[in-house]
């Protein structure tokens, strides 16, 4: 086959909509082996007959240009369930790099193979491609000469990777000194807040040092401040020995007189009693050792001073504080984030029902109609708080037996009230099977004493049963009328009495004989 360009861009990347399956392979490739299939990041596994989402098939497109190839115009993944909305899906070649065909030194051999190892090639070429153009790397414009290449295993362990002000690659930033900074926080902020000190301090530190390499002879001076009175002439006197003045001789230097002018302001005179608390110098010590001092160089820029100060003012110190107390909700909810963006997913809140990213199960409560609903996969469903009335289920069924607790089934607004199984079922009463049809005129309901009821014509052509007898009122005590059919004969068995003067009608076209 030919490598189409179009067809040589060896990554295909999609966001699946709710319940998706396909996703195109917009690339040729030669074998499933070449096709790997991540979803969110995790490698998903080739299947036949996948039966997951974390499963796959691929079915191929055969290339138009060569048939018998079957990926050579790409093809089809197909996962083994529906992905979720919004997953992110990457398809990506990777052909293993090997040679699998060799050629003899001379004579005929395959145009075919020889055309599919090219092909192979070229395919390993744009895979490779891919992933470089994916790699950190330097412009081709970079001036950069020397080498970007990563220190010995050694130089770089528990170091923070960084470059120098001429772009190559340094490791001077201990992991471990970031730790212990880390615990140092309110010392930190303590410093913070009197910046401007610090940075005096700083400008004059080759002054700081040099009094503190005579902190002893400053704190004598010191000790006896409360002598400078007309007897410390005296003094000034048993201090003129030869060592005395050579000491003095000393700290009579330019610089030393400097340094000491600079210090004797009284805005350095607060700081320096500021910072001669106990809790200061413990501090100082702590942040003078290596690692703390190169951490705060690297603290000291313009950017991370100014983050700081963003993060020193008060609603910031409340925020972190009020985060403070719920950390260990934080922890809870972050251990738990799947679970929380799968409710989130699931769950919203409106005005009106919506009607896009629907999935079966999805739970929403609309606000206007004051009812929380759930899509059924194919429109919204109100859930009830209870069992009130079955007025809004259209199709209730029951789970259990029907108990009427000592009331009656009736019917409102003079309604029927129908009993009607489906397909050959039975209405069953008290034991008793009633037919699901109708019967013809004049026929009667009958037991055959099975629990089976049915209609059935009344015979009354003789009396078969031996001893059997007909019978019939022999007495009228009230008004009655019976009607004959003219096409039918009545009889009674007399004799009949009437009652007082009750009346008897006898109506219709037929004969009724008392016999």
Known sequence: MTIASNKNTPRNTYTATGGQTAFTIGFEFFKVEDVKVYRNGSLLTYNASPSSVSQYKITGTASASDDAYEFGAGGTVTLGAGATADDIIVIIRDITLERTSDFPTTGAFDITTLNTQLDTMTSMLSDIKQQSDRSVKLLDTDTVSSTITLPAKA??????????????????????????????????????????????????????????????????????SSLITSDFVSDLNTLATTDIINDLNTLATADIVSDLNTLATTDIVNDLNTLATTDIVNDLNTLATADIVS?????????????????????????????????????????????????????????????????????????????????????????????????????????????????????????????????????????????????????????????????????????????????????????????????????????????????????????????
Do not use: C, H
Not at 347 to 373: I, Q
Not at 384 to 410: R, Y
């Open 295 to 515: 951490d705060l160089n690297t603290l000291a820029t313009t950017d991370i001073v100014s983050d700081l100060n963003q993060l020193a003012t008060t609603d910031f110190v409340s925020d972190l504080n009020a985060i403070e107390g719920i950390k260990a909700n934080v922890t809870t909810v972050a251990d738990n984030v799947t679970g929380v963006n799968s409710f989130a997913e699931r769950y919203r809140v409106g005005s009106s029902d919506p009607t896009s990213s629907l999935d079966e199960g999805d739970l929403f409560y609309n606000s206007t109609d004051n009812a929380v609903k759930f899509y059924n996969g194919t429109s919204w469903a109100s859930i009830t708080a209870g069992l009130t009335d079955i007025v809004n289920d259209g199709t209730p069924q029951l789970g259990g037996n029907l108990d009427v607790n000592g009331n009656s089934i009736v019917s409102a607004s003079n309604g029927n009230i129908a009993i009607t199984p489906n397909g050959s079922g039975k209405v069953i009463l008290d034991g008793l099977s009633f037919p699901t049809a109708d019967g013809t005129s004049g026929q009667a309901l009958t037991t055959d004493g099975g629990g089976n009821v049915s209609f059935t014509t009344i015979q009354a052509s003789e009396i078969t049963t031996e001893g059997s007898v007909f019978s019939n009122y022999n007495a009228i005590t009230g008004n009655v009328t019976t009607t004959t059919a003219s096409t039918k004969n009545a009889f009674l068995f007399g004799p009949i009495t009437i009652s007082g003067s009750a009346t008897w009608t006898v109506s219709g076209s037929g004969t009724l004989e008392i016999l």
């Open 155 to 224: 130089t770089r362990q528990d170091k923070m990777l960084g470059f120098d002000s001429s772009g190559n690659v340094e490791t001077t930033i201990s992991s471990s000194g970031l730790s212990a900074l880390s615990t140092i926080t309110s010392d930190i902020t303590t410093v913070a807040s009197i910046s401007s000190a610090v940075s005096n301090v700083s400008s004059i530190s080759s002054a700081v040092s040099s009094v503190s390499s005579n902190s002893a002879n400053i704190n004598s001076v010191a000790a006896v």
